[in-house]
Every structure is written in structure tokens, then in C-alpha cells.
């Protein structure tokens, strides 16, 4: 397979093992790479959840720099209202839940929000509409006609 497109989103960690436990138990991710870098000695992981080639690139480095935050964040769908309020559960309990989930409507769903280790911010939906809207305008053409 030839990568092209969009392949990857690559986050600065401090610490890539107890990033890989956050986003193992919150996004179902897995290890797909991983290498210490020679020039630094930092740990680079490639995590994916394995349903399209794409991976998040958790690269550690000596100091935090800017989190992702609410308005920037990943978003993980995940298969029903139930999943998003179990996790939001287990977030909670460890310290990491930033916004109880939410009904927005049609096309945002059901979500809430976490944070990670490093402060990013990871939301978790159920009922977004994303697959369906790149199916559609994928079907109507590049330009959006149908």
C-alpha cells in the first residue's frame, strides 16, 4: 500500500509509555512502530486503532510544549452512546475527564472531552457524522456537485 493523504498527526509527549496507556484504554490505540531517536534518545511511538492507515506519532521530548486544547483536539468515534459514558466513567475516576458528555445533535452527536497526560484534549463520539459526510461529497465529486 502507498501512503497518500492525510497519514498521520504527530503530538510532542513527555512521557511516551504513560501516553501509550491513555490512548490504549481511551481510543483503542496500538503500538504499529516504535524507535528511540539517535539524536536524542526520546522514544517515537506509532499508534494506531488499525480501521485506516493513519497513526498518531507520540514523540517525546524534554518539556511539554503548547497542548492541543478543546477547540484543538483528536476525535475518536466510538460504536455507542454506552462506550462514550463507560470511558467517561474510567476518565473520571482517573483524573482525566474535562467535559461530561453531551448531546449536541446532528452532525456533532453525542461527546465528551479528556485530557491527556501531556493536556491535549481527545474527544470521544458517538454519532458524528463524519464517515457519511466523506462518503457523500466522495460519491458527488471532488467539487461537491452532485
Not at 16 to 28: D, Q, T, V, W
Not at 54 to 68: D, G, Y
Not at 106 to 120: E, I, K, N, Q, T
Amino acid at each position: 500500500m502507498v501512503d497518500v493523504g492525510l497519514t498521520h498527526v504527530a503530538l510532542p509527549v513527555t512521557d511516551a509509555a504513560r501516553s501509550l496507556e491513555f490512548y490504549a484504554k481511551y481510543a483503542h490505540m496500538q503500538v504499529v512502530h516504535r524507535r528511540r531517536s539517535a539524536e536524542t534518545g526520546h522514544e517515537v511511538l506509532w499508534v494506531s486503532d488499525r480501521t485506516r492507515p493513519f497513526v498518531i506519532v507520540l514523540m517525546e521530548v524534554e518539556t511539554r510544549i503548547a497542548p492541543l486544547l478543546p477547540s484543538g483536539h483528536l476525535g475518536v468515534g466510538c460504536r455507542s452512546r454506552g462506550e462514550v459514558d463507560r470511558l467517561c466513567a474510567e476518565a473520571e475516576r482517573d483524573g482525566c475527564l474535562l467535559a461530561k458528555a453531551v448531546d449536541a445533535g446532528m452532525p456533532v452527536g453525542y461527546f465528551a472531552l479528556l485530557r491527556d497526560p501531556d493536556g491535549h484534549t481527545l474527544e470521544l463520539a458517538h454519532g458524528q457524522e463524519v464517515g457519511l459526510a466523506v462518503a457523500r461529497e466522495g460519491a458527488a465529486g471532488s467539487n461537491g456537485e452532485s
